[in-house]
């Protein structure tokens, strides 16, 4: 079955670059979509579509997703960007969505 | 607005059923997919099943697979999970999530706030 894997934490400094992957074969191939959840809360969505964002995320939100690796790039981060971030892909060949593990994004 | 508000979580014990409900608002609902995600206590995402906005389309994670049933009531703007056999494992916050096009392939663009399920003799 397919796997996507991503990091189980990213630590950054306020107002640096954070980027959080998702690794899966040929995953540049699907759709693949990203979300923020912040502690006790629903999920959001950031990212769709790789590169798509959203009415109301702000610019700093950015994404990527080619060969084997899909990326979410926060750019000038927040204290407020703490959160888990999950990617999410269609995998056609079991017929099932499937999610990343989930990345912790730590503010410094 | 478009507004999804799951209930019908519940302490059942294992080898029992229940069946949860997601009653949707702020958009037109037979014409969007719609799927439900489950989160364990301190856990990732994991998808539980999805439906095509006519309902003709039903998948299943392999987890879930015969055990619980997907529907959906497009008079109702209303989405369901029948769950039986429930098992420790499927203890977990259960989000009903809607899709952003007509097959359960289509992204996710809006979720609810989740309704709790605990199997626990």
């Known amino acids: 079955s397919y796997v996507l894997t991503q990091p189980p934490s990213v630590s950054v400094a306020p107002g640096e670059t954070a980027k959080i992957t998702c690794t899966g074969n040929?995953?540049?191939?699907?759709?693949l979509h990203w979300y923020q959840q912040r502690p006790g809360q629903a999920p959001v969505l950031v990212i769709h579509?790789?590169?798509d964002r959203p009415s109301g995320i702000p610019e700093r939100f950015s994404g990527s997703n080619s060969e084997n690796t899909a990326t979410l790039t926060i750019s000038s981060v927040e204290a407020g960007d703490e959160a888990d971030y999950y990617c999410?892909?269609?995998?056609?060949?079991?017929?099932?969505?499937?999610f990343g593990g989930g990345t912790r994004l730590t503010v410094l | 607005e478009v507004q999804v508000l799951e209930s019908g979580g519940d302490l059942v014990q294992p080898g029992g059923s229940l069946r949860l409900s997601c009653a949707t608002s702020?958009?037109?609902?037979?014409?969007?997919?719609m799927s439900w995600v489950r989160q364990a206590p301190g856990k990732g995402l994991e998808w539980v099943s999805g439906?095509?906005?006519?309902?003709?389309?039903?998948h299943y994670a392999d987890s879930v697979k015969g055990r619980f049933t997907i529907s959906r009531d497009n008079s109702k703007n209303t989405l369901y999970l029948q769950m039986s056999n429930l098992r420790a494992e499927d203890s977990a916050l259960y989000y009903c999530?809607?899709?952003?096009?007509?097959?359960?392939?289509?992204?996710?663009?809006?979720w609810g706030q989740g309704t709790t399920v605990t199997v626990s003799s």
């Open positions: 999530a809607k899709h952003d096009g007509e097959y359960d392939s289509s992204g996710i663009d809006v």
């Open positions: 702020g958009f037109t609902f037979g014409s969007y997919a």
């Open positions: 439906i095509g906005s006519d309902g003709n389309s039903i």
């Open positions: 040929n995953i540049g191939s699907k759709s």
């Open positions: 579509y790789d590169t």
């Open positions: 999410l892909v269609w995998d056609g060949d079991t017929y099932q969505a499937l």
